[in-house]
């Protein structure tokens, strides 16, 4: 199965690249509008600053083409910055317009220490969803972000899990075709590996 | 709270990991992408990787990045020579999740802006190298105060610091925990002790003085200490470990 990988030029993509390839799947490169042919999932990476990444997403015109993927139905995983990019505003290194496909901004962090990294336990809500039910709930995963996604009140019912820091923070965001960690799953070792492959086996 | 990080703290050279004190007399430790894969496997929580040779050759040691990272799913830190933008994106590329910078920061401390306005500030890990004894504390090669350089660190928007006590680097003797004390009552950002941890014990009067994420070297390179066994040894202490 052909996996596309958004590269944005800034993102770990070697370490999504590698965890999709080991896993068996075919992962392919995205880094202009053509690539998207015959591609039946996208993974957005993290690491990386908003602005520039938006900016940069907008110049290769794949920031059209991703929203184009969701409007056909096709499942997305944006992974901590990935997940960001859903929101409508964010505010890292000046603002930015995001995908808008679930209410809310992306604000800093204002815990003690303004970074979370390192590892949690998620607060996983209530669900029916199969995918979400195959997440064992003593799983960690690893963090490392110093921004988070304010889900707007009206779209709470999709931040289905969360991580406890000095507030709950949301951790997977799941709306439609489209799911959103804040963790790094290609980081989070045999948890993490699990959720990769449970997103491409089981997520519609 | 959050866990302790425990990370093995490993050094690169000449495709081979090795190991010294003090900074010095370096012996030979292990090929990296297999003593990197146990580790994975042993589940540490991060990994950082210095590449020695960098500093002289002005070029890390990518092609031995990538082969490494191509096999983990554990973060990796690299760091080593990343003294241009350039460097610092290539070892992005080639599978690092964050970056460890250190000298080159004072030589130019405009490059943390740039490699968080493209990376975000959480990928930049920030370097102090300390020389100590029981009662004053310098940096290496820098002369200015240690807490006053961690402090503007923080005001450049580092998003962690590793500490390393190098005198005590393969001593044994544990951390100076009055000295680590002092930078965790003033520096709020996650901080990474390292250098000379030599026993179990070490660890839990860190953990106890409040230290969060420790790097090994010494204890793991040169004992019959794996990263399995020490966080068995301190989850059945009562210390809040990833199991």
Redesign the interface.
């Known amino acids: 199965m052909k996996i596309g990988i958004i590269n944005y030029?800034?993102?770990?993509?070697?370490?999504i690249y590698?965890?999709v390839y080991?896993l068996g799947y075919d992962p392919i490169i995205i880094e202009n509008k053509i690539d998207f042919l015959n591609i039946k999932k996208i993974i957005i990476p993290g690491?990386?600053?908003?602005?520039?990444c938006i900016d940069y997403l907008q110049k290769k015109k794949i920031f059209e083409e991703v929203i184009k993927f969701k409007n056909l139905g096709m499942p997305i995983l944006g992974i901590c910055?990935g997940m960001h990019l859903f929101a409508e505003k964010l505010f890292?290194?000046g603002e930015s317009r995001g995908f808008g496909f679930i209410k809310g901004e992306v604000i800093p962090l204002t815990m003690?220490?303004?970074?979370?990294?390192?590892?949690?336990k998620l607060k996983i809500k209530k669900t029916e969803n199969r995918f979400i039910k195959k997440i064992n709930n003593d799983a960690?995963f690893?963090f490392?972000?110093?921004y988070y996604f304010n889900v707007s009140q009206s779209n709470f019912e999709y931040s289905i899990a969360t991580v406890d820091l000095d507030k709950e923070v949301p951790s997977i965001i799941c709306k439609d075709n489209i799911l959103g960690v804040q963790f790094?799953p290609?980081?989070?070792?045999?948890h993490?590996?699990n959720f990769i492959e449970n997103f491409i086996e089981n997520f519609q | 709270m959050t866990y302790l990080r425990i990370i093995p703290s490993l050094l690169l050279k000449n495709k081979k990991l090795i190991k010294g004190v003090k900074f010095k007399n370096h012996i030979i430790a292990g090929n990296p992408k297999t003593t990197i894969q146990t580790f994975d496997s042993q589940k540490s929580d991060e990994i950082f990787l210095i590449d020695l040779d960098a500093y002289k050759n002005s070029k890390p040691d990518f092609e031995e990045l990538k082969k490494i990272t191509a096999t983990i799913n554990t973060p990796l830190t690299f760091g080593g020579g990343l003294n241009s933008i350039e460097n610092i994106k290539l070892a992005f590329l080639n599978g690092a999740d964050k970056v460890y910078i250190s000298s080159a920061i004072q030589n130019n401390d405009k490059i943390v802006k740039d490699v968080s306005l493209i990376y975000g500030n959480q990928s930049i890990v920030g370097g102090i190298n300390l020389m100590t004894d029981s009662n004053n504390f310098s940096m290496l090669n820098y002369d200015i105060d240690p807490i006053s350089f961690a402090k503007k660190l923080v005001d450049l928007g580092v998003g962690e610091i590793k500490i390393t006590f190098v005198n005590l680097e393969g001593s044994r003797k544990g951390f100076n925990l009055n000295i680590c004390e002092k930078f965790l009552k003033n520096i709020k950002i996650p901080l990474i002790f390292e250098g000379g941890i030599g026993s179990l014990e070490d660890i839990e009067k860190a953990a106890d003085a409040g230290v969060q994420n420790i790097a090994l070297g010494t204890l793991l390179i040169f004992s019959d200490y794996n990263i399995f066994k020490i966080k068995q040894h301190l989850s059945n202490k009562g210390y809040k470990i990833r199991n």
């Open positions: 030029q800034a993102c770990n993509l070697k370490s590698s965890t080991n690491v990386g600053s908003a602005k520039h910055l890292e290194h003690n220490s303004k970074f979370n990294i390192g590892w949690h960690t690893y490392c972000h110093s790094h290609e980081r989070s070792q045999n993490g590996v």
